[in-house]
């Protein structure tokens, strides 16, 4: 049986001034202390602290927020604000806890967190996949014709779920 990395080994605590996207494939805790700018990808649980100034979108699994953010979040297990967090933002998750001083301007869109796992979540393109897999997209689109990845071929073109996609490459990382 392979033995699962903890994420608590992997713990990033980012208090300085930052600008860009940034991408985590492997979960990881992450806290933002500083300013960042631009767009954020984690897996694992990503804090916000209440000292932090944010202006991007955020996807991950787990976001706890308690500065302030500017931009849309889009969690597929959970968004915690907590005071004096404020969020300017449309708001995806299917759970939303906000403590009492938390404030959150902007849509909140709540899924049932068995529809995220099973067909919410983001929808990515061919082009997308093969960025975030790091291989050719033909390599990609082969692989969705021989139903080796999960995909759902619609209006003449390739569509892939990133809750999906993520499950797919974890279980590939186990059988190996």
């Known amino acids: 049986m392979a033995k699962k990395e903890k994420i608590d080994d992997k713990i990033l605590d980012v208090d300085a001034r930052m600008q860009g ?94 529809s995220s796992e099973a067909g919410g979540g983001r929808t990515l393109s061919l082009r997308d996949v093969a960025q975030y897999l790091e291989v050719e997209a033909k390599v990609v689109e082969e692989w969705a014709n021989q139903r080796k990845i999960p995909a759902e071929f619609q209006n003449g073109e390739w569509k892939f779920n990133k809750v999906a996609i993520e499950k797919w490459l974890q279980d590939e990382k186990v059988k190996r």
């Not at 631009?38 to 927020?65: F, M």
């Not at 979040?73 to 403590?99: D, K, M, R």
Request: contains cysteine.
């Open 21 to 114: 996207t940034i991408v985590f494939k492997d979960p990881v805790n992450l806290r933002i202390n500083g300013s960042f700018e631009g767009k954020l990808e984690t897996c694992g649980s990503l804090t916000i602290g209440e000292n932090a100034n944010v202006r991007a979108d955020i996807q991950g699994d787990k976001i706890i927020i308690a500065g302030k953010v500017t931009g849309n979040l889009t969690a597929s297990e959970s968004i915690a604000l907590i005071p004096p967090a404020v969020v300017q933002g449309n708001v995806l998750t299917p759970i939303l806890s906000i403590a009492e001083g938390a404030v959150l301007d902007g849509q909140l869109h709540m899924l049932g967190k068995q």
